[in-house]
């Protein structure tokens, strides 16, 4: 299994552009979702899918959306990036059931 | 709100045992987590502990969990040069109506000496 995959790995946008992030899963879980990591700030949640065609927003929602038309697939939208949003975002998967999340290698985004 | 609280540094000598503690609120959480992270990479699990568990053994790690203080703690043995890196505690929360976020302190940067 390759676990959690994320493309790109580094990313560089300019203020106003849209990208997404891709995120996906072999291991069948249920359960995905995308955190940000800041400096001193720790992770924080962005969003969350606890299935295929259901999505909620985590704590940090704003400037992002997201999808799940498949188990596997669970891709970040930003849509008019801003300088606030220089991070490094994690996606995280787990199966249903249980809560150990597997964590992808991670997105460094800056926004210029 | 929810909040997990751990110290930012610990530096120790190469064969010490280091301790790194956690704080949590939600009473509520079903597992509490230790993660790893080395310089630019991601997240690694390394070891998890159920709510209703004490104490977990694994190897060199050992996880102590004081339910009634809220107290997580993770206890390296033999510390390694290669242990250098993050370690980050994270409690489940029920976020709508899912027990499977995750609420992770800020991490605490372990430093091993030669």
Known sequence: NAGVTQTPKFQVLKTGQSMTL????????????????DPGMGLRLIHYSVGAGITDQGEVPNGYNVSRSTT???????LSAAPSQTSV???ASSSSGTDTQYFGPGTRL??? | GEDVEQSLF??????DSSVINCTYTDS??????????????????????????????????????????????LRIAD????????YFCAESIDYGGSQGNLIFGKGTKLSVKP
């Open chain 1, 110 to 112: 800056t926004v210029l």
């Open chain 2, 79 to 86: 510390t390694q040069t290669g242990d250098s890196a993050i």
């Open chain 2, 28 to 73: 509520s959480s079903t597992y509490l987590y230790w993660y790893k992270q080395e310089p630019g990479a991601g997240l690694q699990l390394l070891t998890y502990i159920f709510s209703n568990m004490d104490m977990k053994q694994d190897q060199r790690l050992t996880v102590l969990l004081n339910k009634k203080d809220k107290h997580l703690s």
């Open chain 1, 89 to 91: 975002y994690f996606c």
């Open chain 1, 22 to 37: 891709q995120c996906a899963q072999d291991m069948n879980h249920e359960y995905m979702s995308w955190y940000r990591q």
């Open chain 1, 72 to 78: 596997e697939d669970f891709p970040l939208r930003l």
């Open chain 2, 10 to 15: 610990l530096s120790v000598r190469e064969g």
